[in-house]
């Protein structure tokens, strides 16, 4: 069964910024992946997903904002986010967008002057 670890998040400043690593226990070739975040009290939204040509897309919100990433041989997934909003605040988690994995633990994100 694949497993998900994600990391990187924590608390930060609005204006700051963070970066969100998912390694991943089996390989991601030919896999379009993404980047799925839950806020307290709010359903999981899709923020951001890259294909295995790395064409991306993301959440209107986070446009300009965020950028996705992916390392094949890494099998690992990144989330570079910057200029975060206190509305970023959330868990961040990663998966397989086309068929979904179990879900990890997810990396909280908390931003707050």
């Known amino acids: 069964q694949v497993q998900l670890v994600e990391s990187g998040g924590g608390l930060v400043q609005p204006g700051g910024s963070l970066r969100l690593s998912c390694t991943v226990s089996?390989?991601?070739?030919?896999?379009?992946m993404a980047w799925y975040r839950q806020a307290p009290g709010k359903q999981r939204e899709l923020v951001a997903r890259?294909?295995?040509?790395?064409?991306?897309n993301y959440l209107d919100s986070v446009k300009g904002r965020f950028t996705i990433s992916r390392d094949n041989v890494k099998g690992a997934v990144s989330l570079q986010m910057d200029s975060l909003k206190p509305d970023d605040t959330a868990v961040y988690y990663c998966?397989?967008?086309?068929?979904?994995?179990?879900w990890g633990q997810g990396t909280p994100v908390t931003v707050s002057s």
């Open positions: 089996g390989t991601i070739f030919g896999i379009t």
């Open positions: 998966n397989n967008y086309t068929t979904t994995w179990s």
């Open positions: 890259i294909t295995t040509d790395r064409s991306t």
